[in-house]
């Protein structure tokens, strides 16, 4: 942004106010039949009503040691407008400056105002119950353990487990997802989710500085921060530019008169001019406005990127990588096969499957429990043993079951029937005596194969990661297209082998990592882009991820990369075309060509230009 930018975020909405009086002021300083000296007064109480900003930016910069910005070029280039006697210039350089301002100021406002769409998610307040009142408090004063009551059309202010109630909730402002999701007891309650209906109780598991909420606030305040190298080099730009251009407008009013006898007025003028031209507002403007109005338009599609410096590699990558579990499947486990064997009932064998894994809580025994649907009676169930790795042994109403993988089966010396099925298969064995197995298997999400074929058109190669069995992994990346994969990894072979590919990858072209799980923050953090899937996941992967897709759509990928490209796309536009009609005025201003009135109309039509070229990114 301008320097200055800041100081007037605030101030700004009295601009159309001080413009108005100031254009007044400058009709009837060019219409009334007024003496010279009138004339002067009511140009220079124009002048300081659109320009006293303005100055005192510029010397307030100054006693910061920061004399080079666009705020002391226009103070010069006015003043000696005035020194020339020329002053409707003067008052109108200042006027079509402030103009400039307030439009680029609703710019940002605007593209702010579609990333606070995305913190709607902002909870006012929590309700507890003291007394058998409600009472609001501000969620930071609510304590882990307290249990808050959530009522229709309320948001759930801090993450908790629901202890009572049931309802329908909005995940809209997180996830982008306009379909609802259900809570019920034991079901845990994520922050930023409205109650669309229905009355829940919750208890509280986290501070809300550790809600998801919280959390995804922090990385939007902090967006801004990370700045792109194109942003850098702006900064660093401006701060040489300036000098020369100064140097440049001082040679240009000295050395005619003094070597050539030309006429010190005229050139004088030319050199005014050439200053005001040379402001480089557009540049200074158009570019942060950019990447912030495509940040603010991939927020409107339910992707948060945490600042401008992820772009630039978001918009090459080399390859894609994928962990496997709830990235590009669902990560939620059903039985997908039954097959009981030496004469037994299929219902025989979920039976003792079910009753032997009644007190774990794995996903995988909860997906056997919930798959045979009754009730368990515990009291047939004891002596559990959980086998690390392997399974567990218990005793079912004196029966000896055992429950788990080959490895349990091997153990034991029971003979079990060599299977080559793509998932998870537990072996089941009552009193020595071998039942069958079942397998249990994770659902590919809807649009994981379309993600994968998008993928393929901007990436060199498609990579999965995963911890399960080679043949589930081989089975997967055949039916998705995935170039290459890797199975039976644990968290830290999964940063190796993104280290593999960051040594392969070309110089200029970025490795992308996405997943969604706590174990994926290492791999996250050390690829070039790390993208968190479902800001629903874990808290530590969004944490490590550059960037946060709110729903597990893994297309959302592909549209994240699109919309990267898009946005340098924009921005290099911006500076290609401020620097080229900047160039092609200096070179007119300095020779006389062009009138302090085209300068103005050249800057602030070139600002104006590149603000409107940088909003369509709003539209991401």
């Given at each position: 942004m301008?320097?200055?930018?800041h100081?007037?975020?605030?101030?700004?909405?009295?601009t159309p106010?001080v413009i108005?009086v100031?254009?007044i002021?400058?009709?009837l300083g060019?219409?009334?039949p007024v003496t010279?000296?009138?004339k002067?007064?009511i140009?220079?109480t124009?002048y300081?009503?659109?320009?006293g900003?303005?100055l005192i930016?510029?010397?307030?910069?100054?006693?910061?040691g920061e004399?080079f910005d666009?705020?002391f070029l226009?103070c010069?280039?006015?003043l000696?407008?005035?020194a020339?006697?020329?002053f409707?210039?003067?008052v109108?350089?200042?006027?079509?400056?402030q103009?400039g301002e307030?439009?680029q100021?609703?710019a940002?406002?605007?593209?702010r105002g579609s990333i606070?769409?995305l913190?709607d998610?902002?909870?006012d307040y929590?309700n507890?119950?003291e007394?058998?009142h409600l009472?609001?408090?501000?969620?930071?004063e609510?304590k882990?353990?307290?249990?808050?009551?959530?009522k229709?059309g309320?948001?759930i202010?801090?993450?908790g487990?629901?202890?009572e109630?049931?309802?329908s909730?909005?995940?809209?402002?997180?996830?982008?997802e306009s379909?609802p999701g259900?809570?019920?007891v034991?079901?845990?309650?994520?922050?930023?989710?409205?109650?669309?209906n229905?009355l829940?109780k919750?208890q509280?598991?986290?501070?809300?500085?550790?809600?998801?909420?919280?959390k995804i606030l922090?990385?939007?305040?902090?967006a801004?921060?990370?700045?792109?190298?194109?942003?850098?080099?702006?900064?660093?730009f401006?701060?040489y530019?300036?000098?020369?251009?100064?140097?440049?407008?001082v040679?240009?009013?000295t050395?005619p008169?003094?070597?050539f006898g030309?006429?010190?007025?005229?050139?004088?003028?030319r050199?005014?001019?050439f200053l005001v031209?040379s402001?480089?507002?557009?540049?200074?403007?158009?570019?942060?406005l950019?990447?912030?109005?495509?940040?603010?338009g991939?927020s409107?599609?339910?992707i948060l990127?945490?600042?401008?410096s992820?772009?630039?590699?978001?918009?090459?990558?080399?390859?894609v990588v994928?962990?496997?579990t709830?990235?590009l499947?669902?990560?939620t486990?059903?039985v997908?096969k039954?097959?009981p064997?030496?004469g037994?009932?299929?219902e025989?064998?979920i039976k003792?499957?079910?009753?032997?894994?009644?007190?774990?809580?794995h996903?995988?025994?909860?997906?056997?429990?919930?798959f045979?649907?009754?009730t368990?009676d515990?009291?047939q169930?004891?002596?559990?043993?959980e086998?690390?790795?392997?399974g567990?042994?218990?005793?079912?109403s004196?029966n000896?079951v055992?429950?788990?993988?080959t490895?349990?089966?091997?153990?034991f010396?029971?003979?079990y029937?060599?299977i080559?099925?793509a998932?998870?298969?537990?072996?089941?064995?009552l009193n020595?005596?071998y039942l069958?197995f079942?397998?249990?298997s994770d659902?590919?999400?809807?649009?994981s194969k379309?993600a994968?074929?998008?993928l393929k058109?901007?990436?060199?190669?498609?990579?999965?990661l995963?911890?399960d069995?080679?043949?589930?992994?081989e089975?997967?990346?055949?039916?998705?297209?995935i170039?290459?994969?890797?199975?039976q990894l644990m968290?830290?072979?999964k940063?190796n082998?993104?280290?593999?590919l960051?040594?392969q990858?070309?110089?200029?072209r970025?490795?992308?990592f996405?997943?969604?799980?706590i174990?994926?923050?290492?791999?996250?953090?050390?690829?070039?882009?790390g993208?968190?899937?479902?800001a629903?996941?874990s808290?530590?992967?969004?944490?490590?991820?550059?960037?946060?897709?709110?729903?597990?759509?893994?297309?959302?990928?592909?549209t994240?990369?699109?919309?990267?490209?898009?946005i340098i796309r924009v921005v290099k536009?911006?500076?290609?075309f401020a620097?080229?009609?900047?160039?092609?005025?200096?070179?007119?201003?300095g020779?006389?060509?062009?009138?302090?009135?085209?300068?103005?109309?050249?800057d602030?039509g070139?600002t104006?230009?590149?603000?409107?070229?940088s909003?369509?990114l709003?539209?991401c």
């Open positions: 301008c320097e200055h930018h100081t007037h975020q605030h101030q700004h909405n009295n106010v108005s100031a254009v002021l400058f009709l060019l219409f009334l010279d000296i009138a002067f007064i140009f220079l124009a300081l009503i659109a320009g900003k303005v930016n510029a010397g307030k910069n100054i006693l910061k004399i666009e705020n226009m010069i280039a006015t000696g407008a005035f020339i006697k020329e409707p210039e003067a109108m350089v200042m006027i079509l400056f103009i307030y439009l100021d609703r940002v406002e605007k593209s606070a769409k913190m998610i902002r909870p929590a507890i119950e007394n058998g009472v609001r408090k501000a969620p930071d609510v882990i353990g307290d249990v808050i009551v959530v229709a309320e948001k202010p801090i993450d487990v629901v202890i109630g049931y309802a909730v909005d995940t809209a402002a997180l996830t982008g379909k259900e809570l019920r034991g079901d845990n309650a994520i922050s930023g989710c409205i109650n669309t229905g829940i919750i509280v598991t986290k501070a809300f500085g550790e809600s998801t909420v919280s922090e990385l939007v305040e902090h801004s921060s990370k700045k792109a190298k194109t942003e850098k080099f702006i900064t660093k401006a701060r530019y300036t000098p020369v251009v100064v140097l440049a407008a040679i240009l009013s050395v008169p003094l070597f030309a006429e010190f007025n005229v050139w004088f003028e050199a005014l001019t031209i402001c480089p507002c557009a540049l200074v403007i158009s570019v942060p950019g990447f912030f109005a495509g940040i603010g991939a409107k599609q339910g990127v945490k600042g401008s992820y772009l630039e590699k978001l918009a090459k990558p080399y390859a994928f962990d496997k709830g990235t499947t669902k990560g486990f059903n997908t039954i097959q064997q030496n037994v009932s299929a025989e064998l003792y499957t079910a009753m032997a894994e009644v007190y774990s809580n996903p995988i025994a909860a997906s056997v429990k919930a045979y649907g009754k368990i515990e009291t169930v004891s002596n559990v043993q086998l690390a790795g392997k567990v042994h218990a005793k079912i004196g000896d055992l429950c788990g993988n490895e349990l089966m091997k153990e010396n029971i003979e029937s060599g080559d099925t998932g998870t298969i537990i072996h089941t064995a020595n005596k069958g079942i397998v249990i659902e590919l999400k809807p649009d379309q994968i074929a998008s058109k901007v990436s060199e190669k498609t990579v999965m995963t911890g069995n080679n043949y589930t992994a089975k997967i990346a055949k039916e998705l297209g170039d290459e994969f890797h199975a968290p830290y072979d940063v082998e993104v280290e593999k960051l040594t990858s070309p110089r200029n970025s490795v992308i996405a997943g969604d799980g174990n994926d923050a290492p791999v996250l953090t050390r690829a070039d882009i993208i968190a899937m479902g629903l996941g808290d530590a992967a969004i944490e490590a991820a550059d960037i946060v897709i709110m729903d597990d759509n893994p297309l959302k990928i592909y994240s990369i699109k919309i990267a490209q898009r536009q911006n500076i290609f620097v080229g009609i900047k160039v092609l005025f200096l070179l007119l201003g020779l006389g060509f062009v009138t302090m009135w085209g300068a103005v109309f050249a602030v070139v104006l230009l590149a603000v409107l070229n909003l369509r709003l539209r």
